[in-house]
């Protein structure tokens, strides 16, 4: 088993800058790819970005390229996203989320992705 466990939303005005924090504890060797979604009220689960558990390749939502990092630290336990130049269309709840290898791997489909963080509230005012 795997725990994610998210920090770092806050209250933030337009323009203006967050990092977002994933730790994680259990059998984290175990894992392939580490990502961040965000869901917005009324709307479903969205891809954000995706970092390879071993060769640190990263993937990103192509709406947010450029304004958004992942990153993970050299001990393999916590994740990281920076968020740049944020919008009020960014205020969602995100969510950190982790997937064991697999054969037939989708990195921005929610349900590929087998451990999932309670959430963090990110809200940007205009």
């Known amino acids: 088993q795997v725990q994610l466990v998210e920090s770092g939303g806050a209250l933030v005005q337009a323009g203006g800058s967050l990092r977002l924090s994933c730790a994680a504890s259990?059998?984290?060797?175990?894992?392939?790819?580490w990502g961040w979604f965000r869901q917005a009220p009324g709307k479903e689960r969205e891809f954000v970005a995706a970092?390879?558990?071993?060769?640190?390749?990263?993937y990103y939502a192509d709406s947010l390229k450029g304004r958004f990092t992942i990153s993970r630290d050299d001990a393999k336990t916590t994740v990281y996203l920076q968020m740049n130049s944020l919008k009020p269309e960014d205020t969602a709840v995100y969510y950190c989320?982790?997937?064991?290898?697999?054969?037939?791997?989708?990195?921005?489909?929610?349900?590929?992705?087998?451990?999932w963080g309670q959430g963090t509230q990110v809200t940007v005012s205009s």
């Open positions: 989320a982790a997937a064991r290898p697999r054969s037939i791997f989708t990195v921005n489909h929610p349900s590929d992705y087998d451990y």
């Open positions: 259990g059998r984290t060797f175990s894992l392939y790819l």
């Open positions: 970092i390879s558990w071993s060769t640190d390749r990263q």
